[in-house]
């Protein structure tokens, strides 16, 4: 019988403490951010990731879209509009606070990450002359084409080029290392943040970390619920150790949350359910707007806010008459029709209409340039899979000009909800914070998927 001996050396009987100005738990995107705007404001910053930095997080293998940059050149929108239309669109459960954050400051975050080596423009003019780039600016714009505040980008260069600012900026970096509880003290009566725990998950080595400063971007507890990877394939676009340790240390530390009862968001980028509709050619978000037909190859139309039949691909990136703009995914303020085509959640009214069985994403129909930038570019781009759908079934034949892929359901039906996925569906809860982003314990703040009503890549 062969035997393995562990690479990596026995550190169990080992503690060290290190100090820094700002503690940052977490290496995702959000996390990284944090530590880089701390280290050029000339603070000492260590960054603690249970994964390898370089490539960890939600983001780690990339993303295909940046939401809300309402203030790049060619945005018509502001971020109070975007803001508020997120807060309404989860009927008030929501966060202002960091949508306005969000709005205000992502396209600012864009051009960082641009500075840093990551790819936010068609540089090489591969999609030249399409109606959803900006020649001027090269850059590429996603779901509405009127207010373009959506960006299409390289999101998998994005993770790569945050670390190599980071040490560039002289942060220390521990990675393989697990935070395990914060640490507190007493400050003129009250509580302080004054660090936190942690261990090599290779070789047992304990640290205790002081800090004057501690962040939390630990993102969220996307696996509660999940016993049984097997059953789901477990495939999410959040990390799969995204377990809740950093809510729990929190907790236990005295942080205040809000919306918990939400804290699972029963989405398919949180519930094991990333693939599939990813490689089955649903019409939402990556895929969005996707030609959809039946099973005799009968197109099921798009329609606009008012139930007016779209005749044209490039009308259904585009607001009805007297809608200034609408969401990710074809989101639609204030429906006036129940029915909205292939977007519809009502199932039984495509079968009623008289639509069959199985449902299908015909690539082939779209034009050159839309059929190239979902399927080459955004579904490339997206979280986890590049390999797995792009290059697995490009290498087995598929050909988006030719060929279709069975969707299993439209729009969000794809996702499949489990039951206790269903009725916990909305934004998550997470920590409660103020403009600053500071919890109620004085020293500590937090970022990213570990707020209340986070969102997307932008959000972070």
């Not at 018509?76 to 949508?99: L, R």
């Not at 299409?152 to 220390?172: D, H, N, Q």
């Not at 691909?313 to 995914?329: D, I, N, T, W």
Request: glycine share 10%.
């Amino acid at each position: 019988m062969q035997t393995y001996n562990w690479p990596y050396k026995n550190e169990l009987d080992i503690t060290e403490t290190l100090s820094c100005d700002v503690l940052v738990l977490g290496g995702g995107l959000a996390g990284c951010y944090a530590a880089i705007a701390a280290a050029r404001r000339g603070q000492s910053v260590i960054l603690v990731e249970k994964g390898a930095t370089a490539r960890s997080g939600s983001a780690g293998t990339g993303f295909d879209h940046w939401e809300s940059a309402c203030t790049n050149p060619c945005s018509t929108v502001t971020p109070k509009e975007i803001a508020e239309a997120y807060v309404d669109e989860q009927c008030g459960y929501s966060n202002g606070i960091a949508h306005y954050i969000e709005c205000r400051e992502g396209y600012d975050r864009l051009l960082d990450l641009e500075s840093f080596g990551g790819k936010v423009r068609d540089t090489d003019d591969e999609f030249k002359g399409a109606e959803f780039r900006d020649d001027e600016t090269k850059l590429m714009f996603a779901y509405d084409y009127k207010n373009k505040f959506t960006l299409r980008v390289w999101g998998s260069t994005f993770k790569p080029a945050l670390f190599k600012e980071l040490l560039r900026l002289g942060v220390k970096v521990l990675d393989r290392t697990e935070a395990t509880a914060l640490l507190t003290t007493a400050q003129n009566g009250k509580k302080h943040g004054a660090g936190a725990c942690a261990m090599d998950v290779r070789t047992g080595k304990f640290y205790i970390l002081r800090a004057k400063e501690t962040v939390l971007t630990m993102s969220r507890p996307a696996r509660v619920w999940l016993f049984n990877p097997d059953m789901t394939g477990l495939c999410e676009f959040r990390p799969m150790q995204s377990i809740g340790s950093g809510h729990a240390m929190g907790y236990k530390a005295g942080i205040e949350f809000t919306m918990m009862e939400k804290s699972v968001k029963g989405e398919f980028s949180a519930a094991g359910r990333s693939f599939p509709p990813y490689g089955a050619g649903n019409n939402h978000n990556t895929w969005y707007a996707a030609t959809m037909v039946d099973a005799r190859g009968v197109e099921i139309p798009y329609v606009d806010r008012d139930g007016n039949e779209l005749k044209t691909v490039s009308e259904r990136y585009y607001p009805a008459p007297g809608q200034k703009f609408f969401l990710k995914g074809g989101v639609i303020d204030n429906p006036k029709y129940e029915y909205r085509g292939p977007e519809t959640l009502d199932f039984e009214e495509l079968m009623h209409r008289g639509y069959q069985l199985p449902f299908y994403a015909d690539l082939s129909r779209m034009p050159d340039a839309e059929r190239r930038v979902i399927w080459g570019m955004m579904v490339g781009e997206e979280g986890k899979t590049k390999i797995p759908i792009l290059k697995n079934y490009t290498e087995r034949g598929f050909d988006p000009q030719k060929h279709m892929l069975q969707s299993y359901g439209t729009g969000w039906q794809s996702a499949n909800f489990l039951e206790q996925e269903r009725q916990l569906f909305g934004a998550p809860g997470g920590v409660w914070h103020d403009w600053d982003l500071k919890t109620n314990i004085d020293g500590i703040y937090a970022a990213g998927d570990q707020l209340y009503a986070s969102d997307c890549a932008g959000f972070a």
